[in-house]
C-alpha cells in the first residue's frame, strides 16, 4: 500500500536474522533486499555453473550480467536444445512427502464435483445478461469459473477433448484415468483451474496437495497424467518434512529391471528423518517430488536406515544423468527464467564460422600485398609484425579460454585492418623525414618518435570503445569487444616495438638501400596535395545533410527503423528449404497461425533459406509461450511438406531484455562520446577541440542510421541490432583516429610556430596526413568489403554499416 513503511511488510520472524524490525527505516529495509538478492543471484551463479561444467560441452562460459540480475550461458556444440532448458530453469526443489490413500482423497473429491456441478447447472439456466460485468460484479463472481472450463489452449484448439463431452459431474469428465485418480492431457488446463478455484481451497484440507507425476501414462490409446496427493503441514505452507538439502551424493543409476534410475545418499540428519518416515509408513507411500511434481510415490515395503534412496521416473539415460547433477548442485534459491535465448544448428554455425575465417584469411592476404606494393620491403617488415599481432591475439583468446565466436571474428578482421594503421603513422612520417633530409637512422627515430603520440592516442579512444562494449553488451556484442580490445594491445604492441625491432636489425650499419619505404607505384602518390579541404566544407556541410534528412523522411515513411530481435523482441527462425522460396508466398501461408500478429519473413543468404521473425507472445517469456510459437510455426510450415522444411536455428528475446538493450545502447553511444570528450580535453588543453570532435563523430552516427532506410528503398533491408551499434561504435572508434591524428598534426604546428592561427593550420594539415588518411581507408575499406561479401548473412548489416561509416567518416 501506499505511503506505508517497509518495515511494517518486512518486519517478521523470517526477517529477523537480517536485522530488520520495527524500527528500521525504509532504506535499511531497501538495503537488506538488495543485499538478499545479490546473494540469491550469487548462490543462483554458483549452483548452474556446477550444472553447466558437469554438462559435457567444451568451453562452456558462464557469466553474470552486472546490474541487470541475469546470468549469461554459452555452451557451443549442444544438440539437444530442450535438455540445456531442463537443466538451467530446474529449480532443484526436492521434497520428500507422505502420501494420502486415494479412499481418503475420495469423499473431498466427490464433495468438490458436487459443488461444481451445482454451480455449472446454475450457470446454464441464468440468463444470458448475467454474463455481463455489471452482473458479474454484483455476484462477486468476477472470474467465472464455467467460462475458463470451456476455454480451449492453443496446443488443444485442434483436439477434441477427451471428456468434454461425457456425461457426469465435472470431475467425473475429468478424471477419466481407467483404475487410477488422473487426468487426460488434453483436460490438464481444465483440471488446473479447478484445483485454483475457490471452491477447491475451501472444500480440501490445507494439508491436501494434489501434483501431477512426471510423465503421461498411455491407457487405452491416450494420454493420462496421474494426481498424487501429498500431506503437507496444517497451514500448507511450511516446508516438507524431508528436503533436497539432506542429499549429499546423488548419480546416475540402474533399478533391478535395468531401467535409468538417481540413487541419493543422504547425511545423518536426512538419514534419521527418512528412516523415521519410512518407518511410520510401512505398507504406505512415500512420494519424491521436485519441482512440485512428483517423480516417483513408492510403497514403503520396511523401514529405511543409512539414508540411502533413489529416485525412478521413467527416466532416459541422459535424463537421470541430468537430475542427478542438479540434485548434486543443489537447490536454486529462486526459480530461474530463461528471457534471451540462441540457439544455431551445427550445419548453420559451421557454415557461419567457416565463412568467417575465410573472410579473416582474405582479409588478411590483401592487407599484406597491399601493404608490400604500398611500402615495398618496409611493407614486409609490417606484414611480420601483422603476423606476429594474429598469432599473439590468437594465444591470448586460448589461454583465458575465449570462444571465439562469429561477431568474435568480425572483431578480429577489423584489427587486422586497424593493426596496420600504426605501421602506416610511422611509415609516412619517416618519409616525410627522409623527404626533409634527415639520414635513415635519424628519419626512422623521429618517424618513430613523432607517431607516437598519435598512435597512442587511437588506441586509447579505440580502447575505450571496446571496454564500453564489453561492460554494456552481451553475449555476441561482448565477444565482438573481447576480441577488439585484446587486438588493441597487441596491436599497439606489435606496431610500437615489434616493428621498430626488425627495422632497426635491418639497417643496423647500412645505407638507404637496405630497406625502402615506397615503390614505383607510391614514391610520388599523394605528394604535395594542395586542396582547400576547408573552403569546400559548405558542400560537404549540403551533401550530409541531404543524405541524412533523406534517410530520416523515409525512415518514417516505412514506419520507422527496421530494428532486429534485440530491440524489439519476439522469436526469429532460420528455416531451410530444398528450392528457392518466396518470402512474401511463405508469409501469406503462416500469418493465420501467428494469429495476425507482425511477421517478417525474408531471404537469408540463399534462395533456399528465410528467417521468420514473429512478435507473436512476444510478452510471454514462459517456455510454455515458447512451445506455443514452435507449434504454430510448424502447423504453418506443415504445408510445405514437399520442400523439406528444416529449422537451422532459433533465438528468443523478451521483451524486458529487448528494452533493456535499447536503454544499454543509447547509453554506450552517450557514454562514448563522453568519454572521447574527456579524452581529447585532456589531451589537447581545448574544449572546443573535443566538442568539434563529438559532433564529427554524432555527425557519422546519424549517416549510418540514414543510410539503413536509403538502403531499404533500393531492396537492401538490414536489420538494427546489438551488432549494428557495435557496428557505430567501430565506425566512431576509426574516425577518432583520424581525427586524432589531425589534431596531432595541428598541435605541432602552432607548437612550432605560435604565431599561426588555427584557421592557417587545419589545411596543411589534412593536407600534410592526407596520404595516411587514404591508405587507412584503402586498408580498412577492402577489409570490410571482403567481410561483406564472402561473411554471411550474419554480418552484412555489420559490414554494410561499417563500409558506409568509412566513407563518410
Not at 458479474?136 to 485442434?158: E, F, I, R, V, Y
Not at 472444500?203 to 494434489?210: G, H, Q, R, S, T
Not at 533465438?651 to 544499454?664: E, F, H
Not at 533500393?714 to 561504435?729: H, N, R, S, T
Amino acid at each position: 500500500a501506499p505511503n506505508v513503511p517497509l518495515n511494517r511488510i518486512f518486519a517478521n520472524s523470517v526477517n529477523k536474522d537480517r536485522k530488520i524490525d520495527l524500527n528500521s527505516s525504509d532504506s535499511k529495509v531497501l538495503s537488506a533486499i538488495n543485499k538478499e538478492e545479490e546473494d540469491a543471484i550469487d548462490r543462483s551463479f554458483d549452483i548452474l555453473r556446477k550444472r553447466v561444467d558437469k554438462f559435457g560441452v567444451n568451453q562452456p562460459n558462464i557469466q553474470r550480467v552486472k546490474g541487470t540480475g541475469r546470468i549469461q550461458v554459452e555452451l557451443p556444440g549442444v544438440d539437444n536444445p530442450e535438455r540445456v532448458r531442463k537443466l538451467l530453469q530446474g529449480q532443484a526443489k526436492l521434497e520428500f512427502y507422505e502420501v494420502w490413500p486415494q479412499n481418503e482423497v475420495t469423499p473431498y473429491l466427490a464433495q468438490l464435483d458436487q459443488v461444481l456441478t451445482a454451480k455449472e447447472k446454475a450457470a446454464a439456466t441464468t440468463p444470458a445478461t448475467a454474463a455481463t460485468p455489471s452482473t458479474a460484479a454484483a455476484t462477486g463472481d468476477t472470474t467465472s469459473l464455467a467460462a475458463q472450463l470451456a476455454k480451449k489452449t492453443p496446443a488443444n484448439a485442434a483436439k477434441t477433448d477427451s471428456a468434454a463431452a461425457q456425461k457426469g459431474g465435472v470431475l467425473a469428465r475429468l478424471l477419466t484415468m481407467p483404475g487410477s485418480l488422473g487426468v487426460n492431457l488434453t483436460d490438464t488446463a481444465r483440471m488446473n483451474v479447478v484445483l485454483r478455484s475457490e471452491e477447491a481451497r475451501s472444500i480440501m484440507p490445507p494439508n491436501m496437495a494434489l501434483l501431477y507425476l512426471n510423465k503421461a501414462i498411455d491407457a487405452n490409446g491416450q494420454q493420462f497424467l496421474r494426481l498424487v496427493a501429498v500431506k503437507k503441514d496444517r497451514t500448507g505452507t511450511i516446508a516438507a518434512p524431508i528436503s533436497g538439502e539432506v542429499v549429499s551424493d546423488a548419480r546416475q543409476d540402474y533399478d533391478q529391471t535395468g531401467r535409468p534410475e538417481v540413487s541419493m545418499s543422504m547425511n545423518p540428519t536426512g538419514a534419521r528423518k527418512w528412516q523415521k518416515m519410512t518407518g511410520a509408513n510401512i505398507g504406505k507411500q512415500v512420494a519424491v517430488v521436485l519441482d512440485d511434481v512428483v517423480y516417483s510415490d513408492p510403497v514403503v515395503q520396511s523401514e529405511i536406515s543409512g539414508g540411502n534412496t533413489s529416485i525412478s521416473g521413467n527416466f532416459s539415460i541422459d535424463e537421470a544423468q541430468d537430475l542427478a547433477q542438479v540434485l548434486k548442485a543443489g537447490k536454486l534459491p529462486a526459480p530461474t527464467r530463461i528471457v534471451e535465448e540462441a540457439v544455431v544448428g551445427p550445419s548453420l554455425g559451421k557454415e557461419a564460422i567457416n565463412q568467417g575465417l575465410y573472410s579473416s584469411l582474405a582479409g588478411l592476404v590483401i592487407i599484406m600485398i597491399f601493404m608490400t606494393m604500398y611500402y615495398g620491403r618496409a611493407g614486409l617488415v609490417a606484414d611480420a609484425a601483422l603476423l606476429f599481432n594474429m598469432f599473439l591475439i590468437l594465444g591470448v583468446l586460448a589461454q583465458f579460454s575465449t570462444a571465439l565466436t562469429l561477431p568474435g571474428i568480425a572483431g578480429l578482421i577489423l584489427v587486422i585492418a586497424s593493426s596496420v594503421d600504426a605501421n602506416v603513422l610511422i611509415f609516412e612520417r619517416i618519409r616525410e623525414e627522409l623527404d626533409h633530409g634527415l639520414a635513415l637512422h635519424d628519419a626512422v627515430n623521429a618517424g618513430y618518435n613523432r607517431a607516437f603520440s598519435a598512435i597512442f592516442d587511437s588506441n586509447v579512444t579505440t580502447m575505450l570503445i571496446a571496454i564500453i562494449l564489453g561492460f554494456f553488451g552481451t553475449g555476441p556484442v561482448q565477444s565482438f569487444a573481447v576480441t577488439l580490445g585484446i587486438g588493441v594491445l597487441t596491436s599497439f604492441l606489435s606496431a610500437v616495438y615489434v616493428s621498430r625491432l626488425i627495422i632497426e636489425f635491418l639497417i643496423k650499419g647500412k645505407t638507404t638501400s637496405s630497406i625502402t619505404f615506397s615503390t614505383f607505384l607510391s614514391r610520388n602518390l599523394f605528394k604535395n596535395v594542395n586542396f582547400d579541404i576547408v573552403g569546400k566544407r559548405k558542400i560537404a556541410y549540403a551533401v550530409s545533410t541531404l543524405i541524412i534528412v533523406t534517410g530520416f523522411v523515409l525512415m518514417y515513411v516505412q514506419g520507422g527503423p527496421n530494428l532486429g530481435v534485440d530491440f524489439k523482441g519476439g522469436r526469429s527462425y532460420v528455416v531451410d528449404f530444398n528450392k528457392t522460396m518466396v518470402p512474401s508466398d511463405v508469409r501469406t501461408t503462416l500469418e493465420p497461425t501467428f494469429k495476425g500478429t507482425g511477421l517478417e519473413v525474408k531471404q537469408y543468404g540463399s534462395p533456399d533459406r528465410l528467417r521468420i521473425t514473429t512478435s507473436y507472445l512476444a510478452e510471454d517469456e514462459s517456455q510454455a509461450a515458447d512451445k506455443t510459437v514452435a507449434e504454430a510455426l510448424n502447423q504453418g510450415l506443415s504445408k510445405y511438406k514437399a520442400d523439406a522444411p528444416v529449422i537451422q536455428s532459433t533465438s528468443k528475446v523478451g521483451a524486458t531484455i529487448a528494452d533493456d538493450i535499447k536503454r544499454t545502447s543509447f547509453l554506450s553511444l552517450a557514454l562514448t562520446l563522453l568519454g572521447i570528450f574527456v579524452y581529447v580535453l585532456f589531451r589537447f588543453d581545448k574544449w572546443q577541440y573535443s566538442m568539434a570532435a563529438v559532433i564529427a563523430l554524432f555527425h557519422d552516427a546519424l549517416l549510418v542510421i540514414a543510410s539503413y532506410p536509403i538502403a531499404a528503398a533500393f531492396g537492401l533491408k538490414y536489420e538494427m541490432d546489438q551488432i549494428f551499434v557495435a557496428a557505430v561504435l567501430s565506425i566512431i572508434g576509426f574516425s577518432m583516429n583520424d581525427t586524432v591524428v589531425i589534431y596531432d598534426r595541428i598541435r605541432e604546428y602552432l607548437r612550432n610556430d605560435p604565431k599561426l592561427t588555427f584557421a592557417q593550420v587545419v589545411n596543411p594539415a589534412l593536407n600534410s596526413t592526407f596520404s595516411r588518411t587514404m591508405i587507412t581507408f584503402t586498408t580498412i575499406f577492402l577489409v570490410v568489403v571482403v567481410l561483406y561479401i564472402f561473411g554471411g548473412e550474419t554480418l552484412r548489416s555489420f559490414s554494410f554499416a561499417m563500409i558506409i561509416g568509412i566513407i563518410f567518416g
